[in-house]
T-cell receptor, first 118, second 110 residues
């Protein structure tokens, strides 16, 4: 099956530092990846759509200068949280669109990265 | 009104019970309906996918979509403690991104 990995699985950082999270599709090529944020006991909120070789599309209310997304290859997208603050502490989940999923837009999710900003 | 509504629970049932999970939505353009299961501190995994209206069965799981009522359901038969998780509904229109419900936390008690 389609596997998506994320690294790191958990990161703790000091306020003001930057953190990079990697999302990889391990056994398929993904032209489109998505980044979600999930607060405790809440649903997934789409932050941005990452397209290989082009700029990411950010959802309304998401600061593009704070959440930098780079989709440099067909198997890797990175999310960098710049100048992180405690309110950025959350569970960040990526997903990758599989080219031959059960529907044209099936997404496979990574295991998530828990970010804690002190 | 939120685009997708789902009772957050928590829902507690005894082992072996039939579980019914539901979502309502307001966007009539939605055509693709999914149910995901998410264990604590893990990414969601796809359980069921349905296109347009109708029923779909896979083992102990049955998904129903009623587009006229803008209502979807997931039934779990013979529930097991391993089914304890948060269940998220998700839906989208053609060419649109997913919209997730807030999730229902389910506990199946042995």
């Amino acid at each position: 099956g389609a596997v998506v990995s994320q690294h790191p699985s958990w990161v703790i950082c000091k306020s003001g530092t930057s953190v990079k999270i990697e999302c990889r599709s391990l056994d398929f090529q993904a032209t489109t990846m998505f980044w979600y944020r999930q607060f405790p006991k809440q649903s997934l909120m789409l932050m941005a759509t990452s397209n290989e070789g082009s700029k990411a599309t950010y959802e309304q209310g998401v600061e593009k200068d704070k959440f930098l997304i780079n989709h440099a290859s067909l198997t890797l997208s990175t999310l960098t949280v710049t100048s992180a603050h405690p309110e950025d502490s959350s569970f960040y989940i990526c997903s990758a669109k599989h080219p031959s999923g059960v529907s044209y837009n099936e997404q496979f999710f990574g295991p998530g990265t828990r970010l804690t900003v002190l | 009104q939120k685009e997708v509504e789902q009772d957050p629970g928590p829902l507690s049932v005894p082992e072996g019970a039939i579980v019914s999970l539901n979502c309502t939505y307001s966007n009539s353009a939605f055509q693709y309906f999914m149910w995901y299961r998410q264990y604590s501190r893990k990414g969601p995994e796809l359980l069921m996918y349905t296109y347009s209206s109708g029923n779909k069965e896979d083992g102990r799981f049955t998904a129903q979509v009623d587009k006229s009522s803008k209502y979807i359901s997931l039934f779990i038969r013979d529930s097991q403690p391993s089914d304890s998780a948060t269940y998220l509904c998700a839906m989208s229109g053609y060419g649109q991104n997913f919209v997730f419900g807030p999730g229902t936390r389910l506990s199946v008690l042995p």
